[in-house]
């Protein structure tokens, strides 16, 4: 059966600038948000991805319709009418499951297939039970559906997050708008596309307060006072992190724009650590660098942290530091597939547990490598544009799932690189 592959020919440098797409994780929890308001919203900047077109899916699947005119999608839900999203698309693509709490806030009840394991450790949906058990939701599991009823309506609470999930965070905003009464979400995950999300729900009739801190205050509004609305996506700052990645590696300059440096902080930090200049204004960074790289330590961590969507990338700039870094994942379990891959690269990591020892090498070789999830297969096309001759990278769904036309965007910096279809 024939696949498409990337073609790395290495040796490389990426210079020049770029523009990122509309946030990946921003986007689909927007998508599902619109579910909210009845009528046509507008979302625009929004990236042309798979994992958006599977969301659009999950929405005609309610009964919506979504149109595409570029960046923009039209999506209108007067006429969502079923509240049960199938197994063929929430296996597909985990994130379908932030259907939830916008299904409860219209319907009072929501059936979702039962995400199912994941590659990325077990990836678990316990907080965003307990949490909206405490609005008032019943959940029951039926033939591998969860099945969620509010018998008395939705009431706002209290809610203490044992950890600052994201998908938890927002599940739980995008039901407590709609409850009777008020909620505090204490502990909640402060990442930049939480606040998007707020900023939407706001934009419909909701009111949510400090979206982007650990304690988000939401007012019940019920459903009748939303309203559709129309939303751009802040910027995506793991697409502008991976690029920096490529610019820091190979020397740069190179510019990213369409992004909210306060989004990178950490990272930013990082690169600089690392030996690299940085440059930012209001919505670019610049990253060059002229001596060698830095092995330096990176722990993941929920936002403002070091993300742990860009710990891939981060690992390939350490295996080719002058020295030995330390990266420990603590997000999820299971996240370094990506260093089997690049060991065959000729780089020298060590893991232990959730720890992955790096020892920084020379230089790597071209090797046939295959993406084992998204960041890290971006981050092997950029590892085989620093290596000796030629790499192929496999199974590149992968990358096309958060990445829009990364191959293009690559080869306008300079990269020799092109999807090729082998049998
Ligand atoms: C989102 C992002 C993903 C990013 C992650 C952390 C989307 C579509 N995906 O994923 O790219 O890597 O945030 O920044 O936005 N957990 C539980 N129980 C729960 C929920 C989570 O144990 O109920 C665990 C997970 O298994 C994981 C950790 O908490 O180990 C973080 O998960 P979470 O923040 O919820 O990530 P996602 O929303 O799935």
Redesign the pocket.
């Known amino acids: 059966m024939s696949q498409e592959i990337i073609v790395v020919h290495g040796n490389n440098t990426l210079s020049g600038e770029v523009t990122v797409a509309g946030a990946?994780?921003s986007a689909?929890?927007l998508l599902a948000a619109s579910i909210l308001g009845q009528g046509v919203s507008t979302i625009r900047n929004v990236p042309m991805i798979s994992?958006i077109r599977i969301m659009s899916d999950v929405l005609r699947c309610l009964g919506a319709t979504v149109e595409r005119e570029g960046h923009t999608l039209t999506i209108d839900t007067t006429n969502v009418d079923k509240h049960e999203t199938p197994y063929e698309l929430v296996s597909k693509m985990?994130?379908s499951i932030?259907v939830l709490g916008p299904l409860i806030a219209r319907f009072g009840q929501a059936r979702v297939a039962m995400p199912g394991g994941c590659q990325?450790?077990?990836?678990?949906?316990?907080?965003?039970?307990v949490g909206l058990h405490a609005l008032g939701v019943e959940f029951s599991v039926d033939h591998g559906y969860l099945e969620a009823r509010t018998p008395n309506g939705l009431r706002g609470t209290q809610v203490f997050l044992?950890?600052?999930?994201?998908?938890?965070t927002?599940n739980l905003m995008m039901a407590a708008i709609v409850a009777t009464g008020d909620t505090v979400l204490e502990n909640a995950?402060c990442?930049p596309?939480i606040a998007d999300l707020a900023n939407m729900l706001n934009a419909m009739g909701a009111d949510v307060q400090g979206a982007g801190t650990p304690t988000i205050r939401i007012r019940g509004v019920g459903f009748d006072t939303l309203h559709p609305c129309d939303h751009t996506t802040v910027g995506d700052r793991?697409e502008a992190g991976t690029f920096l990645v490529g610019g820091a590696l190979t020397g740069g300059p190179l510019t990213v724009r369409g992004i909210d440096p306060s989004f990178l902080r950490m990272a930013l930090m990082k690169l600089t650590a690392m030996g690299c200049e940085v440059e930012t204004g209001e919505d670019w960074i610049t990253v060059k660098r002229e001596r060698p790289l830095v092995p330096t330590d990176i722990q993941t961590l929920?936002?403002p942290g070091f993300?742990?969507?860009l710990q891939a990338q981060y690992m390939l700039l350490a295996a080719l530091a002058d020295g030995v870094s330390v990266i420990t994942e603590n997000?999820?379990?299971n996240r370094f597939m990506f260093a089997a891959e690049l060991t065959r690269m000729g780089a020298d990591i060590s893991l232990e547990d959730h720890h992955a020892l790096v020892r920084g090498v020379k230089g790597l070789q071209g090797a046939p490598v295959k993406s084992t999830d998204l960041r890290g297969g971006a981050a092997l096309v950029l590892a085989g544009i620093v290596a000796e001759g030629e790499t192929k990278v496999y199974k590149i769904s992968h990358i096309d799932r958060g990445y829009e036309d990364y191959v293009g965007k690559l080869r306008a910096l300079g990269a020799d690189v092109e999807r090729v279809v082998v049998e």
């Open positions: 990946k994780n689909l929890k994992d985990r994130a932030s990325i450790g077990e990836r678990k949906i316990d907080m965003h039970l044992e950890f600052p999930s994201v998908g938890a927002e995950a990442e596309e793991i929920p936002h993300p742990t969507d997000v999820f379990e």
